[in-house]
């Protein structure tokens, strides 16, 4: 200890130099380490000075670091988004096969029309496959081979 110091000037610098500090949301370490302390331990040990019990870490006023906050994963994130679109577009799919069946069914129309543009309006002058009153499908369906069976 030195000259003109009391010790309880001595207890609180000691102290003071031998803990972390948290500083600005970090945690700084002592400006005395655990091998010098012991050093001045001996020293106050000889010299018949009594040795304080300083703090430990676990009797410093702990202040934990800020959680850390997961985002989770973007598929976790955008699930209940895109619950909703998918449960909006499978309600316009009606409408939609609808529309598609039509256009499906104008086009084959069309190359009917094309069809009979090439070949004239006459039913002698059209070939067999060509039926204006279909929708183009080409073959005839199994009830309409019954139904020509019967007769």
């Known amino acids: ?7 309880a000037e001595f207890v609180a610098k000691l102290t003071e130099r031998a803990t972390p500090k948290f500083v600005d949301g970090i945690w ?11 050093e001045i331990k001996k020293q106050c040990i000889a010299a018949n000075v009594p040795w304080p019990t300083l703090p430990t870490k676990k009797h410093l006023d ?13 598929e976790q994130r955008d699930k209940i988004a895109r619950q909703a679109k998918i449960k909006e ?14 256009a499906k069914i104008a086009e084959r129309k069309k190359k009917v029309n094309g069809l009979l543009l090439l070949y004239g309006d006459s039913k002698e002058n ?19 081979k019954k139904q020509k069976d019967l007769d």
């Open 1 to 7: 200890m030195a000259a003109g110091v009391t010790y």
């Open 28 to 38: 700084r370490r002592p400006a005395l380490s655990s091998r010098k302390l012991a």
């Open 62 to 74: 702990y202040v934990p670091p800020p959680p850390i906050v997961f985002k989770g994963h973007r």
């Open 89 to 102: 577009q499978l309600a316009k799919m009606p409408k939609l096969i609808e529309d598609m069946r039509k």
């Open 126 to 144: 059209q070939p067999k496959w060509v039926d204006p009153t279909s929708s183009g499908g080409g073959g005839s369906s199994k009830k309409e």
